[in-house]
């Protein structure tokens, strides 16, 4: 297979055949409404897809049913759309430059930064449907303990209180619900310098990595967030000094 390709991380194989594969990731937004940026499956033929590893780029996802990882598109292939019309998320950006696998991939990221929060707000939807909500993670509605995981591809699982259960009308009791965000807003202070405030959407691309582990054990407790280098700029922050963790080699999509 000949030519060059772009990374579309992630994606989740719904099917395939010798013709085609189908997957699952997020959307694109056909009007500039981020709320349509939701998880939507997408088709394309197996001949516009590289399946081999590629020196210096993350490994490709499996081709088997339920696996999760990096795509790599042609041109054509990112063309694809779902559906209901809507492309894949970054198709036709510089966030899905086709340059696999001939042109070296430089990372964008900064690195990692322990922030303490003063809110952390989900926007989003259920994944069985409804309408949009926001929900503040560090208020009544949420446990006290989370553990998110978001890679753009699956819902992540937000732990609610019973008065949270109400409020989202998933019965009562329900203390694990699954949620397609749109974004998820983080405002507070470096934990090194507590006067240095600001606030970011750790789904905007631009300022954060795709992949992000939201992880506490109480609230207001540090969380680390995975950010480029525009990312640590919101909170005045230089990537590499106090409070800003080194990033890990991996590649990016830009």
């Known amino acids: 297979m ?21 997957f699952a990731t997020r959307s694109g937004t056909k009007s500039g409404d981020r709320d349509e940026c939701l998880r939507r499956t997408f088709t394309c033929p197996v001949s516009e897809i590289w399946t081999h590893p590629i020196a210096g780029a993350p490994a490709p996802v499996a081709m088997r049913p339920g696996a999760v990882g990096n795509l790599f598109l042609s041109g054509k292939g990112l063309q694809t759309r779902s559906a209901d019309g809507h492309p894949i998320y970054g198709a036709g950006t510089p966030l899905l430059r086709i340059k696999w696998p001939d042109e070296a991939a430089m990372s964008q990221l900064g690195g990692e930064l322990s922030v303490s929060p ?10 069985d449907g409804g ?94 967030l995975a950010l480029t280098q525009l990312g640590f700029a919101v909170f005045h922050v230089v990537p590499g000094l106090a409070g800003a963790a080194p990033a890990k080699r991996q590649s990016s999509h830009r």
């Open 2 to 22: 000949a030519g060059k390709f772009a990374m579309v991380e992630k994606v989740q194989i719904e099917k395939l055949d010798d013709h085609n594969v189908t």
């Open 118 to 127: 003063t809110s952390i707000v989900v926007h989003g939807v259920l994944e």
């Open 131 to 224: 309408p949009f909500f926001d929900l503040e993670l560090l208020g009544a509605d949420a446990a006290d303990a989370q553990d998110i995981t978001w890679n753009g591809a699956e819902p992540i699982k937000v732990r609610l209180t019973d008065l949270g259960a109400k409020h989202l009308r998933v019965g009562a009791h329900a203390m694990t619900v699954e949620v397609w965000p749109t974004r998820i807003t983080v405002t507070g202070a470096p934990a090194g310098d507590p006067t240095d405030a600001g606030s970011i959407d750790i789904l905007d691309s631009e300022l954060a990595a795709l992949a992000q582990h939201l992880a506490f054990s109480r609230h207001r407790e540090p969380v680390s």
